[in-house]
């Protein structure tokens, strides 16, 4: 008997052998506390880093209360970005092939960017599974082609994300064309303060569940800092890329202008990199997602909302080219890596500037090392916060011999030379009363 670790759950024995056929052979974090409470029928919001098993957490639990006999939709699925929400659907038509129903279960993928009509005369017979993007489930709501007034849970995915891309509103109002009893499933790696008036407009109690509520990152993820000082970004991210072995590493810019610079000068250097953001169309954005999904580069240029609107497979580096203003949008960036168990590096560079975020970040448990790159090798430096201290006290010293230097009555030429000269044998003196304590 496989899985023995899911058949706590008592789950339907063709569920538990999708389970079997999906390779999964014990609970992610997120899963042992999800699955129980969808079971349960409860309203759950969601919160664990990308890749952790969220999709999963919530599919293996709905499709086990299928009720193949009645034709209506039964579960909806929402996401953000139509690539994410084609990922989705994806894994929902696996585990459809896995269980032999492919001609009794049926489900739809109802996504902006294609056509309407066709999606209309899709939903002549109701789907089992709606899974898309919320403006088009809206749309065909609206036209009155899809009826979800009976469906028994309605899952939001990134909600983090579908509040940044504006895409709220349109589920608020398609929750409204459903029924008062649905089961809320709303999944986000942060839940910023922005989104509290959607959830407790529709969630009273629901169960907050994490994988781990202390850790901002995983045990296995280390976070590098390394300071740019007067070098260029596209100077130091070459540098890097001479240091490490990376099997994918994304690295990551505040925006679309400096990504398509990076990107650019980098191939200059002789890197083939792969570029994801916002202006790209969307016949670029999906050419460039297949060479990526076909491992065609080991680097890609991104921006955050772009490339959170996807699941990019085998990242094992996330280099900061630009740390970001907010804490919650390094935590969805390093999330890319150290996914499932596996080992995962962060490495950023830094600039005075980022200093307030390091220090929020470390407050919230990360710890950060501090490297450099010499030669094509890694060379530990002083921490941060250490050269910082080391040259506030400098400064202290040096305001105290200042201090004890008395300006001339008489001014002269070169006086400014002979005040510098005794501040010096000042500070020198002072430094070593210093070291004498």
């Known amino acids: 008997m496989k899985n023995h670790h899911f058949r706590q759950y008592s789950l339907h024995p063709l569920i538990n052998d999708v389970i079997d056929r999906l390779e999964f052979h014990k609970p992610t974090p997120i899963q042992e506390k999800v699955i129980p409470a969808v079971l349960r029928g409860e309203s759950v919001i969601g919160q664990s880093h990308t890749g952790s098993g969220k999709t999963h957490a919530y599919l293996l639990p709905l499709f086990n209360e299928m009720e193949e006999s009645k034709k209506q939709v039964q579960f909806v699925v929402t996401a953000p970005t139509r690539e994410l929400a084609i990922q989705i659907y994806d894994e929902v038509r696996k585990i459809i092939h896995y269980a032999n129903k492919d001609h009794r279960w049926n489900a739809k993928l109802l996504i902006g960017g294609t056509d309407k009509k066709r999606s209309i005369e899709k939903l002549k017979e109701q789907p089992h599974i709606v ?11 609206e036209e009155g082609a899809l009826d979800l007034y009976n ?18 509103q349109e589920v608020d109002k398609t929750l409204v064309k459903t029924n008062q009893e649905i089961q809320l499933l709303v999944f986000s790696a942060t839940i910023p303060e922005r989104l509290q008036p959607f959830l407790k407009k529709y969630l009273e109690n629901p169960a907050h569940l994490t994988a781990d509520e202390h850790k901002l990152s995983p045990e296995t993820m280390e976070h590098r800092l390394v300071p ?27 925006g679309k202008e400096l990504a398509n610079q990076l990107a650019e000068e980098l191939t200059e ?12 169309s969307p016949r670029e954005r999906k050419r460039m997602l297949k060479e990526i999904q076909n ?13 959170r609107g996807i699941d990019i497979k085998g ?17 969805h960036r390093v999330g890319r890596t150290a996914r499932a168990g596996m080992e995962g590096t962060a490495i950023n560079l ?4 980022d ?11 990360l710890t950060f090392t501090s490297f450099d790159v010499k030669n094509g090798e890694w060379e530990e430096v002083k921490a941060w916060n250490e050269r910082s201290t080391r040259k506030k006290a400098e400064s202290d010293t040096e305001k105290e011999a200042w201090r004890k230097v008395r300006k001339p009555k008489k001014v002269k030429p070169g006086y400014k030379k002979k005040m510098k000269q005794q501040k010096e044998q000042v500070k020198k003196k002072l430094n070593r009363n210093k070291y004498k304590k």
């Open 315 to 331: 990242v094992s580096h996330v280099i900061n080219a630009q740390l970001p203003k907010e804490e919650e949008f390094y935590i």
């Open 269 to 280: 250097k002789g890197m083939e990199v792969g570029l994801i953001h916002g202006g790209l």
């Open 228 to 254: 740019l000082r007067h070098r260029s970004v596209s100077e130091m991210v070459y540098r890097i890329s001479g240091a490490i072995q990376p099997y994918l590493a994304i690295i990551f810019t505040n």
């Open 350 to 353: 830094y600039t005075d500037q």
């Open 131 to 141: 899974v898309g993007t919320p403006g088009r489930i809206l749309d065909l709501v």
């Open 295 to 307: 491992l065609r580069y080991q680097y890609i240029v991104a921006t955050d909302l772009a490339a």
């Open 355 to 365: 200093v307030q975020l390091i220090e929020k970040l470390e407050k919230k448990g």
């Open 151 to 168: 469906a028994k849970a309605f899952v939001v995915d990134e909600a983090d994300l579908m509040l940044d891309l504006g895409f709220i």
